[in-house]
């Protein structure tokens, strides 16, 4: 299994994701809030693994310029499709890593990364390419499943046994705890860290870390 791998099962599931409901509709418009707070007119976004667009086409008319990322081609496919009825001004869709994109020369006042970082498989490696993409201070925005703090027949048996069929992906897997750390290594201060779950924790927690 590799990258790539990973690329063409999201581009055969982009059609049925962009069809699904947000299961958690309350608690995603409390992290849209929250993250909106945390971001200026003047700014510049990178959103890493975007998807179709969704968070993007909400988020992308309050700051400056918003370029929206995903591994996969057919989400993006989707998503410019999503975007081009209306186009939002400043928002921009681009197949791309984070990898790829530290070397560039082009640097953000925000990345954000919602359920992100558990898909990729470097963690540490992905963290420390955010750093690079920020500028001094700037502001990584996470909310991610840590699969390590969650039902353990979840992580021991059904994702196995979905990934030997082909039905899952590459999945991550750590604790809350272990999180923090990553960063605190990457070289973040974590600023805030919040539950948006309607009525109690889901294991994904919502991480505000500034780069130092």
């Given at each position: 299994m590799s990258t790539a791998s990973d690329a063409r099962f999201w581009d055969r599931s982009s059609g049925k994701y962009a069809k699904a409901a947000i299961k958690d509709q309350a608690g995603y418009e409390r992290t849209l809030e929250r993250t909106r707070a945390f971001l200026g007119p003047d700014d510049r976004v990178l959103e890493l693994g975007c998807g179709t667009g969704t968070t993007a086409l909400r988020l992308a008319g309050s700051v400056q310029s918003y370029v929206a990322t995903d591994i996969s081609a057919g989400m993006i496919e989707i998503a410019e499709e999503k975007n081009a009825s209306g186009a939002v001004a400043g928002l921009a869709f681009r197949v791309a890593t984070a990898e790829a994109l530290a070397h560039e020369v082009h640097r953000f006042d925000a990345v954000l990364g919602f359920n992100y970082l558990h898909l990729v498989r470097d963690v540490p490696g992905t963290l420390r390419s955010i750093h690079a993409l920020l500028a001094p201070e700037g502001l990584f925005i996470s909310k991610t499943p840590c699969l390590g703090d969650m039902n353990p027949l979840?992580?021991?048996?059904?994702?196995?046994a979905m990934r030997a069929i082909g039905?899952?992906?590459?999945v991550s897997i750590f604790r809350a705890t272990e999180l923090d750390q990553l960063l605190l290594d990457a070289g973040f201060d974590i600023l805030a860290v919040e539950s948006h779950a309607t009525g109690?924790?889901?294991?994904?927690?919502?991480?505000?870390a500034r780069r130092r």
């Open positions: 979840i992580r021991l048996v059904l994702l196995p039905k899952a992906p590459h109690s924790s889901d294991g994904r927690p919502y991480i505000v």
